[in-house]
T-cell receptor, first 114, second 116 residues
């Protein structure tokens, strides 16, 4: 019930294309859904996050879409750039009661070709 | 403003030895979390600490692993009698006392443990 399932495992996109990564969760008590970006040899860094009271959040080229009834959320990267090549992790938590105890998805390795 | 500092960045141990990983949180942060990342897997929560207190260690293996965050100094993750399966990247994260509604964690660059 604590799992977060992420797909695809890897994704190759041409420069300028749209990258889409999907996640599904089981625990309906989750109330915070962040996406983290990790470059090789580095730690994860928060990219964008959403709460379940909204269906979409956009920050620059990055958009989270959230479907509460389906228990799914996705990350869309518009106009993908080679510099976006990294591993992306979705995560979920009960932020008000479980502090920083994040449940992470398995990760998606994104490669953006020039 | 320095970020979360972890050392060593790389550590090699032989089976049966001890590994000690250190983490200094961001300035002003009093909450520390340890996560483990096995090869080609996501991060798994291990333990959550505040100064001198273990708040949640539900993700820690029952044996050989321990963590502390003393009043002075960095947080320490200690692995006794390491085995090959302990080979992983160990990430420390911190958050400020008042997290508000962001829930954001700030991660260090990790300590990569290799057990021979």
């Amino acid at each position: 019930q604590q799992q977060v399932k992420q797909s695809p495992q890897s994704l190759i996109v041409q420069k300028g294309g749209i990258s889409i990564i999907n996640c599904a969760y089981e625990n309906t008590a989750f109330d915070y859904f962040p996406w983290y970006q990790q470059f090789p040899g580095k730690g994860p860094a928060l990219l964008i996050a959403i709460r379940p009271d909204v269906s979409e959040k956009k920050e620059g080229r990055f958009t989270i879409s959230f479907n509460k009834s389906a228990k799914q959320f996705s990350l869309h990267i518009m106009d993908s750039q080679p510099g976006d090549s990294a591993t992306y992790f979705c995560a979920a938590s009960r932020v008000l009661t479980s502090y920083g105890k994040l449940t992470f998805g398995q990760g998606t390795i994104l490669t953006v070709h020039p | 403003n320095a970020g979360v500092m972890q050392n060593p960045r790389h550590l090699v141990r032989r089976r049966g030895q001890e590994a000690r990983l250190r983490c200094s949180p961001m300035k002003g942060h009093s909450h520390v979390y340890w996560y483990r990342q096995l090869p080609e897997e996501g991060l798994k929560f291990m333990v959550y600490l505040q100064k001198e207190n273990i708040i949640d260690e539900s993700g820690m293996p029952k044996e050989r692993f321990s963590a502390e965050f003393p009043k002075e100094g960095p947080s320490i993750l200690r692995i006794q009698q390491v085995v090959r399966g302990d080979s992983a990247a160990y990430f420390c994260a911190s958050s400020p006392p008042d997290r508000g509604n962001t829930g954001e964690l700030f991660f260090g660059e990790g300590s990569r443990l290799t057990v021979l």
